[in-house]
T-cell receptor, first 113, second 112 residues
Framework: GEDVEQSLFLSVREGDSSVINCTYT??????LYWYKQEPGAGLQLLTY?????DMKQDQRLTVLLNKKDKHLSLRIADTQTGDSAIYFC?????????????FGKGTKLSVIP | EPEVTQTPSHQVTQMGQEVILRCVPI?????FYWYRQILGQKVEFLVS????????KSEIFDDQFSVERPDGSNFTLKIRSTKLEDSAMYFC??????????FGQGTRLTVV
């Protein structure tokens, strides 16, 4: 596809795991990112993964990368109400000095107490 | 923790007026960016800046837009003659290398 795609909404119960999925466009993209945006705030860099990796874990966050399917996921373990936010997937296609990020539309995560 | 700061948080301007959006990147970062997000749409790349010059710009970044790093600490985006469709949230970002961009909280520009 031509776009970075994400589902728009996800609702989970507090304490459960959340999995946010993303498909990206370019199998040669070098870096893939997850950003979090809380209401009224900027984009907070959560984590990123280099394309030669399959998985990256950082405390409650696990990123899985399937390059063959161009699929990226973010798993949040033990989801808390403070995790309620919009989560953006972004790819960084590299080549010819291009550093720009291409974002998905964002997935709004709602955590039910 | 160091952060990117943007001012003002909200700017209202009349169509045709010039606006300058200001950003203070993280101090040891070398790459600087502007992105924008029109309400309900994706975050879009505008421009990147490195070594005192534009390194990349998108189709959106036409002659109405310019960027400057006037004093080694600030990074500004100027829109020369604003249009209604320029209304958006504008995000500044910086990075120590070409990866790991850190974003500011954004400036909401409303053109009336």
């Amino acid at each position: 596809g031509e776009d970075v795609e994400q589902s728009l909404f996800l609702s989970v119960r507090e304490g459960d795991s959340s999995v946010i999925n993303c498909t990206y466009t370019d199998s040669s993209s070098t870096y893939l990112y997850w950003y979090k945006q809380e209401p009224g705030a900027g984009l907070q860099l959560l984590t990123y993964i280099f394309s030669n990796m399959d998985m990256k874990q950082d405390q409650r966050l696990t990123v899985l990368l399937n390059k063959k399917d161009k699929h990226l996921s973010l798993r949040i373990a033990d989801t808390q109400t403070g995790d309620s936010a919009i989560y953006f997937c972004a790819e960084q296609r590299t080549g010819a000095g291009s550093y720009q990020l291409t974002f998905g539309k964002g997935t709004k995560l709602s955590v039910i107490p | 923790e160091p952060e990117v700061t943007q001012t003002p948080s909200h700017q209202v301007t009349q169509m045709g007026q010039e606006v300058i959006l200001r950003c203070v990147p993280i101090s040891n970062h070398l790459y600087f960016y502007w992105y924008r997000q029109i309400l309900g749409q994706k975050v879009e790349f505008l421009v990147s800046f490195y070594n005192n010059e534009i390194s990349e710009k998108s189709e959106i970044f036409d002659d109405q837009f310019s960027v400057e790093r006037p004093d080694g600490s600030n990074f500004t985006l100027k829109i020369r003659s604003t249009k209604l469709e320029d209304s958006a949230m504008y995000f500044c970002a910086s990075s120590p290398r070409w990866t790991e961009a850190f974003f500011g909280q954004g400036t909401r520009l409303t053109v009336v």
